[in-house]
Structure formats: C-alpha cells, structure tokens
C-alpha cells in the first residue's frame, strides 16, 4: 500500500478517534484537538511515522522546517548519522506517554517497534542556521521494525490514540 | 508489579491451556480501544443471545453520529490466545489460509452483526436509535507467537503473513479489525510519564 492511501487512511481514523466525538469528551481532550482549524500532519521516514495535530499556523511553520532544516520537527528524533546528547532512548516500547517536557539536546534516540505519544513538548537545538525552538501540542510516533511495518501501521495508530483517549478520561495525564 | 492486570492477562495469553474465557474479564479494562470511535460512558456486555447464537463482546458507547451524538455498539467475537491465526496452504508454498478458527469466529460475527443490527429488541435494550449504529468490531485471536502455524523460516512466514493480512483487508478493508490478544495487553499497560525536564 502506497503512503498517499495510508495518510488518507490515517485521515480518516483521526477524524473517527480524535475529532469527530460527543460533546462530554470534549473537557478531557487536549486544547489543540478542540480549535476549529486543527488538521492532521503527517511525516514518513524509512524508520519511523510521525503523526502530528496542528493548527494552520503550525502546518506552515512545519513546513518552513522541512524546507530549512530537512525535518519538521528538527532535533525531536536523533537521526543515526548524527551523534549528539539524547535525553530519551526507547526501543521495543508500546503506548508510551511523554508529556509537558522540555529539552534542549535531541529528544528521542527511537529505536524499532515503538509507538509513543509525545504532548505539551518544547523543544530547543543548536542547528547550522542557530538555535531554533518550537513547541509540540499533541503527536504520535510510531516507529517500524519487526513487528510494526507500513502495512500494520494504521493498527497501532488506532490502538496508540484509543490508549491516549483511555489515559486523559481517567484523568492521569492532564 | 507481578499481581497487575497486565501480568496476570499476559500469565493467561502465555499458558498452554485455552484460556478464552478468563482472558475476557480484561476486556473491560480495554473498553476503548474496542469501541472504535472516540467514545464516553463505554460498557461492555457479553454473550447477548439471538437466533444465529451468542455474540461474544459487545461494545456501547456514546459516539458522534451525523450532526449529534448517538449510541452506538461495536460487536466482537473472541477466540483463545493459543489459537493460530492463519496455516499452510498446502496447495501453495508462497500463502496462507485463515484457520479453521479465523473462519469460524469470522462467519459468526457476520451473522451475528446481520441479526443484531436489524433487531428492533437489541437496539432498545441499548438505546440505539438507527441500525447503521450497530457496527463490526473485530476478531480477537491469536497472539504474537501465534500467528501462523507451519514450520518456516522466520521472514518467509513474516512475509507471508504480511501478504495473508493485506489480502484479508483488501476483502474486509477495515470494517473487521483482526486483533492479537497483544493489543488487549498493551492497552493494560501504566501510563509512563516523564519528569519535565
């Protein structure tokens, strides 16, 4: 399946899970799911999806970033060819909640099979062009390996959002 | 940490014995990623009796329907961790046919969805106003270890149950979610939060 028809798909799933909901889930959502312009943005590599809920301002600010720095979210994911200090390195990590951080060095070393919920993120890092920093509302990350491959990525993007809406209605991650 | 939910679910996936019906009181504890929409006050309830038989799991909540909010439920059919999804097909080195115990759970949630949906009882007994509101969850069988029964190397039954999956979509699209008894397990994990930084 080609990426054009999973985004479309994935599309359809955020809408379903995350925008399309009844009124009394509205108070447990993230304010970003609640702002009428809210669109879904996606990013491939070969080793990782990246899922983001941004409003029209941020869709252009991330795609001024790919353009300059070569990525939406630069310093967000270590890339393998660079070293460099990590604050997080995961591997093999399902559902995982990263909320309300703030770094200043690379924020993930993303090893395989990992599907992870980045909220309330600042992140800042020293590019060739200077420091840049930016801030994250709300993304899903899920990185590919033995189990989790293009084919079964809608799966655990569904399972990764139901885990989102299932934490934030018991309240434990505000 | 050894007497969580998520140990004593993954002490039952992992037995040798069939363990269907104890795997289920987890379920509960899963609700949302089964009631396929965002979803509040989400219950679940377990072998409604029809004509065509039990359905297994049935899931209701309230959801956003066209312009306003609505009921609706999601019925599941459950089938042992222990159980394969798919085996050799011996007429073919390079595919696999679903088990005896995919199409069986498969055919019995068909007929179950074409009953339930049409019946007036079963949708005011939940509140379902309209019968597009009474939709196919999925099949939960199987887990990581089980996913094909057959004696392969390890990318070629990789490979071929990459190819059994996408084919199965291509039929169902996603309109029957086929589910490892893994994902329950996942749902059960804590949140992992992390310290500001």
């Known amino acids: 399946m ?19 909901n009844p009124l009394d889930l509205h108070k447990y959502l993230p304010p970003i799911l609640l702002k009428p312009d809210v669109t879904p943005f996606t990013y491939w590599s070969d080793n990782y999806f990246i899922l983001a809920l941004v409003d029209n301002d941020k869709k252009r600010e991330l795609k001024k970033n790919i353009t300059a720095y070569g990525h939406p979210f630069p310093g967000l994911i270590k890339p393998e060819h660079l070293s460099g200090s990590v604050a997080m ?7 995982g909640m990263l909320d309300h951080n703030s770094t200043n060095m690379f924020f993930l070393s993303l090893g ?15 590019t ?5 920093k930016y801030f994250v509302d709300l993304a899903y990350i899920v990185s590919f390996g033995y189990e989790i491959k293009p084919y079964n990525l809608l799966n655990y993007l ?8 299932k934490q934030w209605k018991s309240g434990y991650v505000k | 940490m ?3 939910l998520y140990d004593k679910l993954r002490t039952l996936i992992y037995d040798t014995k069939q363990r269907e019906h104890e795997c289920r009181e987890y379920l509960k504890y899963a609700a949302d990623v089964l009631f396929r929409d965002g979803g509040t006050e989400i219950k679940c309830d377990v072998e409604y009796r029809g004509h ?30 222990q159980l394969f999804l798919f085996v050799e097909d011996k007429s073919s080195a390079n595919r696999l046919f679903p088990s005896k115990d995919l199409l069986e759970a498969e055919n019995q949630l068909l007929n179950y969805y074409d009953e339930l949906r049409d ?31 057959g004696d392969m190397e390890v990318d070629k039954r990789d490979g071929l149950y990459e190819k059994a999956f996408r084919c199965r979509n291509l039929f169902y699209r996603s309109e029957i979610r086929l589910m490892l008894w893994n994902t329950i397990l996942d749902q059960l994990l804590p949140p992992k939060l992390e310290e500001r930084g």
Not at chain 1, 114 to 125: A, P
Not at chain 1, 158 to 165: G, I, P, R
């Open chain 1, 112 to 126: 395989k099979d990992c599907t992870l919920i980045v909220r309330d993120h600042t992140q800042k890092i020293k």
């Open chain 1, 89 to 95: 390195r995961v591997e093999n990590s399902r559902n």
């Open chain 2, 52 to 81: 065509s038989g039990d359905s297994d799991f049935i899931v209701i909540g309230r959801a956003h329907g066209s312009g306003s909010d609505c009921i609706r439920a999601y019925l599941w059919e459950l089938k042992a961790p």
């Open chain 2, 119 to 149: 019946s007036v009882e079963f949708r005011s007994e939940f509140g379902i106003t309209h019968p597009s509101n009474v939709c196919m969850g999925g099949i939960i069988i199987g887990r990581d270890n089980t996913k094909v029964k």
């Open chain 1, 2 to 20: 080609d990426r054009a028809t999973i985004d479309q798909q994935v599309r359809d799933l955020v809408k379903r899970r995350l925008l399309r």
């Open chain 2, 2 to 4: 050894s007497n969580s």
């Open chain 1, 158 to 165: 569904d399972d990764l959002m139901a885990y989102s809406l």
């Open chain 1, 128 to 132: 060739n062009r200077g420091v840049i």
